[in-house]
């Protein structure tokens, strides 16, 4: 492919091109390795949003490898200026065409915001992130603090939840990002693309079933569930570490490209707490800006109780995941394999939530709460023999997905075995789907 420069004689360390990115035509920004640590001048700003605006105008994905110290303090606020005017370009990309930056080197200040507006971010092991450097965090708190403490790839990767994935190199990181790629259309006009699939789309899955404890409180990896399920067992995880109480991940069924969410009943017993609401809602936005199907695997017996959680806006956050599942667009489709309890079951993509097809395995229960949390509201002053007859009854009565599957919220009840070909027939049914919101200026998300 034949590479065209953007701004090639501008001033300014940032150099942008249009060229070929493992295969794939993207706009690629270099904006690292410039003099004063990749301080950034007015050009390069003007650079950057330069590149974005092409990369928006042909519909190309924009790729940008970043390092920078912040704005040049010699240029005065025309550097700020520059930065302010990459962002806007960066937003407007926004939902149209996938934005990919890869952080190797110090990303300080106002760069370190692209991070925020990106929808993948890749760092490497040993570069930095962050808005307020260290000095200024010593001065203001009295706590001295070095750059990996306060804003390394681990911290991005695990607590922050800036870094989509952490990798060791520039090689790995760019093949992170062309992996990623495949799974996504140049724009939000396009389909995802399909790949060829040489796993069978009726292929058994006894394994998914297998993983789950004989206890209905027992612990599993749910990404066991989800290989069982998708084309070869491959699962493109983004932010592993980070809420690990929901997976995140990318896949194939059929070859054609889904969007897994699934609750991790390794980790607080797979319950939604605020960072793993933050977490599904944005997933869950970006697989439908890109038509990208989503598969949801339930297993959670609700939000993660606890004073701390509601004084920091579980409310809100929690809105967050209902309302990104209520308003996309693209096919949807749910397999409940356990438990689906109160607020979670409507939050984790419901039947109500406009869920295209619901389906569940016999183990599922769906309830508004476990028999023991039911029968101590309901039964109360009853004795602990008591107690427990009351907890038996309840769960032969209720806890099963038959109840829903009466109510229509469960629209099959399926043999375990079987997810496979029923997940797949479900998407082919789906692949036509069109559906039309009504026309307004946005939506006010619950931030």
Not at 42 to 48: K, L, Q
Not at 358 to 384: D, F, Y
């Amino acid at each position: 492919m034949t590479t065209v420069d953007i701004r090639a004689r501008a001033a300014g360390f940032v150099r942008a091109k249009a060229s070929d990115f493992h295969g794939r035509r993207v706009i690629v920004v270099d904006a690292h390795d410039g003099d004063d640590a990749g301080a950034l001048s007015p050009s390069d700003g003007h650079t950057i949003a330069a590149a974005a605006r092409y990369a928006l105008d042909q519909r190309l994905p924009l790729v940008i490898r970043l390092a920078s110290a912040g704005a040049d303090l010699r240029e005065g606020v025309a550097a700020l200026d520059g930065w302010g005017g990459a962002a806007r370009e960066m937003t407007r990309c926004s939902g149209v065409i996938p934005t990919i930056v890869i952080v190797n080197g110090p990303t300080v200040s106002g760069p370190a915001l692209m991070l925020g507006l990106a929808d993948i971010v890749i760092m490497i092991r040993d570069s930095y992130a962050f808005v307020s450097g260290p000095l200024m965090v010593e001065q203001f708190t009295g706590i001295p603090i070095d750059s990996e403490e306060l804003g390394g790839a681990a911290v991005h990767g695990r607590t922050s939840g800036v870094a989509s994935m952490v990798a060791a190199d520039m090689e790995e990181a760019e093949a992170l990002a062309s992996e990623f790629l495949a799974f996504l259309p140049d724009h939000t006009d396009e389909a995802a693309p399909q790949s060829v699939c040489t796993d069978p789309v009726d292929r058994l899955t006894p394994e998914a079933y297998d993983v789950l404890p004989e206890s209905s409180n027992g612990s599993y990896d749910s990404r066991d569930v989800a290989a069982a399920i998708v084309d070869d067992g491959y699962l493109l995880e983004l932010h592993a570490d980070w809420a690990a109480n929901l997976v995140t991940a990318f896949a194939t069924v059929g070859g054609r490209p889904i969007g897994i969410i699934a609750n991790q009943p390794q980790t607080i017993a797979g319950t939604l707490d605020i960072t793993a609401s933050r977490k599904g809602a944005r997933f869950v936005a970006f697989c439908d800006a890109f038509n990208i199907a989503i598969l949801t695997l339930v297993d959670t017996s609700g939000f993660y109780p606890g004073k701390d959680l509601e004084w920091r806006g579980m409310i809100r956050y929690g809105a967050q995941m209902a309302f990104a599942y209520a308003r996309a667009t693209v096919p949807r489709v749910n397999v409940t394999t356990r438990k689906s309890y109160g607020g979670a079951y409507i939050a984790m993509d419901s039947k109500m939530m406009g869920n295209d097809l619901a389906l569940a395995w016999p183990s599922a229960e769906i309830a508004v709460m476990g028999a023991k949390g039911a029968v101590e509201i309901l039964h109360r002053r009853a004795t602990p023999e008591e107690r427990l007859d009351h907890e038996t009854e309840y769960e032969e009565r209720l806890l099963n997905p038959y109840i829903a599957a009466e109510r229509g919220t469960i629209d099959a009840v399926i043999d375990p075995a079987d997810t496979r070909s029923q997940v797949h027939a479900a998407l082919e049914m789906l692949a036509g789907k069109r559906e039309k919101l009504p026309r307004r200026r946005h939506d006010n998300t619950p931030l």
